[in-house]
């Protein structure tokens, strides 16, 4: 009896030592928290979402292809747009999704103009810098512009890393897209990159997936959106493409709509939500208990 009891403690400790040690890696966030409705008459179709490595608490959306060649940068406390940023000499054919990230000495606002419209998509993304000020109304011109190639009718996902590396990831019913790197080389040339791959997002859901992402500014985390979920990656040693192939943990979301848009917060403490439609409802999810995954509460 004494030994049974004994084996059963034993066993028992065990499965909480195996646990706490899990939850060491599990990052914690609380559940959505409504930061306000963006009121911007011509913005009904945030497609993306980025924050900006200049100003403080401002993150940066756009339309997808109905839209025209628009940023919006909104206070991410307030709601409020503070600009409208017209990018002088780009196409909105369907712009799928933002990114921001280093180009050169500078802080860029990578757009991919990624989406499938009208029977074709413009495999295009365009780089411009992130201006000196933000007024009200703005004319920005490109940086630089890269096109690629692939099997894929589109991709929703861009992603940016800190050392200016562009990773596009395709949509696919299930979710499970084609994950990709855009060479640097890419940049400027009038020769299209062909970023075909064999590795595949190893998530699994019901629609067409996955709609956003977003890298850490610091490169050492990943959120990935689907229609109903958020996934949540650990980037080991800067290696993103390596990292894309463990399983994600999932990260909460508040679902409003068809949201389409996620980004980190610039510190990484937090991030946001924004989903299609008038006057779109700004979440925000804020990490629990400081640091990485201190707390073992993983929560949906
Ligand atoms: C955002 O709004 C808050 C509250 O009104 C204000 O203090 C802050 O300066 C604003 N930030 C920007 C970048 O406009």
């Known amino acids: 009896m004494a030994a049974v009891f004994l084996c059963l403690l034993l066993s028992l400790t065990a499965t909480l030592a195996v646990r706490r040690q899990a939850n060491l890696e599990v990052p914690a966030f609380s559940a959505g928290k409504l930061v306000a409705n963006v009121h911007e008459p011509q913005l009904t179709?945030?497609?993306?979402?980025?924050?900006?490595?200049?100003?403080?608490?401002?993150?940066y959306t756009h339309n997808d292809g109905a839209g025209g060649p628009y940023i919006?940068?909104?206070?991410?406390?307030?709601?409020?747009?503070?600009?409208?940023?017209?990018?002088?000499?780009?196409?909105?054919?369907?712009?799928?999704?933002?990114?921001?990230?280093?180009?050169?000495?500078?802080?860029?606002?990578?757009?991919?103009?990624?989406?499938?419209?009208?029977?074709?998509?413009?495999?295009?993304?365009?780089?411009?810098?992130?201006?000196?000020?933000?007024?009200?109304?703005?004319?920005?011109?490109?940086?630089?512009?890269?096109?690629?190639?692939?099997?894929?009718?589109?991709?929703?996902?861009?992603?940016?890393?800190?050392?200016?590396?562009?990773?596009?990831?395709?949509?696919?019913?299930?979710?499970?897209?084609?994950?990709?790197?855009?060479?640097?080389?890419?940049?400027?040339?009038?020769?299209?990159?062909?970023?075909?791959?064999?590795?595949?997002?190893?998530?699994?859901?019901h629609h067409h997936d996955p709609v956003s992402?977003?890298?850490?500014?610091?490169?050492?985390?990943?959120?990935?959106?689907?229609?109903s979920n958020i996934f949540y990656w650990k980037i080991e040693n800067g290696d993103v493409l390596t990292s894309l192939t463990k399983p994600p943990v999932e990260v909460p979301y508040h679902p409003t709509g068809l949201g389409e848009a996620i980004c980190w917060s610039a510190d990484g403490q937090s991030y946001y939500t924004l989903p299609e439609g008038h006057h779109p409802a700004l979440y925000v999810y804020s990490r629990l208990g400081g640091g990485h995954g201190s707390s073992s509460v993983i929560g949906k």
């Open 213 to 227: 992402g977003d890298i850490s500014r610091d490169g050492t985390e990943l959120l990935i959106k689907s229609k």
């Open 45 to 59: 179709d945030a497609s993306g979402l980025a924050a900006s490595q200049k100003f403080k608490d401002v993150i």
């Open 72 to 205: 919006y940068a909104i206070n991410a406390t307030t709601g409020e747009v503070i600009s409208t940023m017209d990018i002088a000499m780009a196409t909105n054919h369907d712009w799928e999704d933002i990114a921001v990230g280093p180009c050169g000495e500078n802080s860029c606002i990578y757009i991919a103009d990624s989406g499938y419209r009208s029977g074709s998509s413009a495999n295009t993304i365009y780089r411009v810098q992130e201006p000196d000020t933000l007024s009200p109304s703005l004319t920005l011109a490109i940086d630089s512009t890269a096109t690629y190639t692939w099997s894929e009718d589109e991709s929703q996902t861009l992603m940016v890393d800190p050392n200016g590396e562009v990773y596009l990831i395709g949509v696919i019913y299930s979710g499970r897209g084609m994950v990709s790197h855009l060479p640097a080389s890419a940049w400027g040339s009038s020769t299209p990159a062909n970023i075909e791959t064999t590795q595949f997002l190893p998530i699994h859901t």
